[in-house]
């Protein structure tokens, strides 16, 4: 089976690739810049494009059997926004698609996702689901809770900041809840879609944690002590709005506090129900993939 991968160098795209590859499918990816493809043990096909141009777009989608779209961005910068890029970008992908006689299309998008969200990355997440929902290509699309393993931009962070500072930041109470979910959790779901169309899924991990709690998992991996360090909401508001001005992408957004705010948990039921799949929880994924880092 030949399958397209869009956002195949991001960091669930790279882990998806290696599945496939593993799984000895035939993988075409689309690249907007000259990229590194020994990242992968196998050989993958490369389209140089972006999906922002139909032409790249097309032959991108010719002859694959499932389209994977996983590009997208936490932050706007000068020439990528949510309307450009996320909203957009779908949409001129999900043409291709239809032009090519796609199979099936699968879609990352994001928990938090609806029509009427407070955030613009939630309202763009929105609008490509629609794109896709009403292309009348049988779909899959996730909706996963904040992601972590080996290369996220989460956890990763996180850690950096443990070992580098002897304050963590934390913007509020830190008490807004989060449900981090393994990222060969996410994969192994996946890439097991042959028997499930057009259903949208919210996936999470298995267990839902306060900003702090997850503070609190990792340093003690880590066997670092640090202090936290409150920032009230209201000042990073101001900060941020600053910071958006003159620096792109801003290292934290307004957009982005308001997704804070909200939390991003869910109810698996669904997700155990079709997939059968039992997350692991953060701190077993921690040691899975950052084994003895987390002692230095």
């Known amino acids: 089976m030949k399958i397209g991968v869009t956002g195949a160098f991001g960091f669930v795209g790279s882990h998806l690739v290696k599945r496939l590859l593993e799984k000895n499918h035939s993988v075409k990816v689309l690249a907007h810049s000259k990229k590194d493809i020994s990242l992968w043990s196998k050989p993958v096909e490369t389209i140089d494009g972006s999906v922002n141009d139909q032409g ?25 926004t949510f309307s450009k890029t996320v909203s957009e970008g779908t949409q001129n992908i999900v043409t291709a698609a239809k032009n090519q006689n796609v199979k099936k299309i699968i879609y990352l998008s994001a928990l938090g996702t609806a029509e009427n969200a407070l955030s613009k990355y939630h309202q763009s997440k929105y609008i490509a689901e629609q794109a896709v929902v009403t292309s009348q290509i049988p779909y899959l699309i996730f909706r ?56 949208i899924i919210e996936v999470g991990g298995p267990e839902k944690l306060e900003y702090l709690q997850i503070l609190h998992i990792l340093k003690k991996q880590m066997g670092k002590k640090r202090l936290n ?68």
Do not use: W
């Open 56 to 80: 790249s777009l097309d032959l991108f989608c010719e002859d694959i059997d499932i389209l994977y779209h996983l590009v997208g961005i936490i932050a706007e910068t000068h020439t990528k």
């Open 144 to 199: 996963p809770s904040v992601l972590f393993g080996n290369g996220d931009g989460f956890i990763s962070m996180l850690e950096k900041m443990i070992r580098f500072s002897l304050f963590l930041p934390v913007i509020g109470t830190g008490k807004y809840k989060m449900q981090p979910l393994y990222i060969d959790d996410l994969i192994t779901m996946m890439t097991d879609v042959d028997k499930i169309d057009n259903e």
């Open 229 to 296: 360090f409150f920032i009230p909401v209201m000042l990073m508001k101001i900060v941020s709005s600053v910071l958006e001005k003159i620096i792109k992408p801003a290292p934290i957004t307004r957009d982005q506090i308001l997704m804070m705010e909200s939390g991003s948990t869910c109810d698996t039921e669904k997700m155990q129900k079709l997939f059968l799949i039992n997350p692991i929880s953060l701190e077993d994924g921690l040691q899975k993939y950052m084994g003895s880092l987390c002692q230095k």
